[in-house]
């Protein structure tokens, strides 16, 4: 959370405002991160084989990355966008090895939703 200041007497306007722009996130680089990413992910899968050296690690890696920044833009808040990501790689690499059903699903929300109130809590 970002705290502006409230102009005071002392505080001119322009000193002010220039406080105000250096607290304010800049968005456009990290959408550009992003697209990169997703360009690269869909790169990936359309053109490298499945069956090739480090093909599948390196998918999951690219997926990570890609969700983090969109999870961590979107929600405003990167624990809760490595959380998501986190669980959405982990039930992805249980649907890979052929473990990955609805009850996986439903425990890794619950164990999100724990962590997520457990670290708001604190």
């Known amino acids: 959370m970002i705290i502006i200041p409230k102009p005071t007497t002392k505080m001119r306007k322009k000193d002010f ?17 992003i697209i990169l990413l997703w360009t690269l992910l869909a790169l990936f899968i359309y053109f490298v084989e499945p069956n090739q050296f480090a093909a599948i690690p390196t998918f999951f890696v690219l997926l990570f990355f890609s969700l983090l920044f969109t999870t ?13 990501s986190l669980t959405l790689i982990i039930f992805l690499f249980l649907r890979y090895i052929g473990v990955g059903n609805i009850i996986n699903l439903l425990l890794l929300i619950g164990l999100v939703i724990s962590t997520e109130i457990y670290f708001s809590k604190r």
């Open 17 to 33: 405002r220039q406080k105000k722009i250096r607290l304010r996130k800049n968005f456009f680089l990290t959408a550009i991160v």
């Open 72 to 84: 961590s833009t979107i929600f405003a808040n990167s624990r809760r966008g490595t959380i998501i």
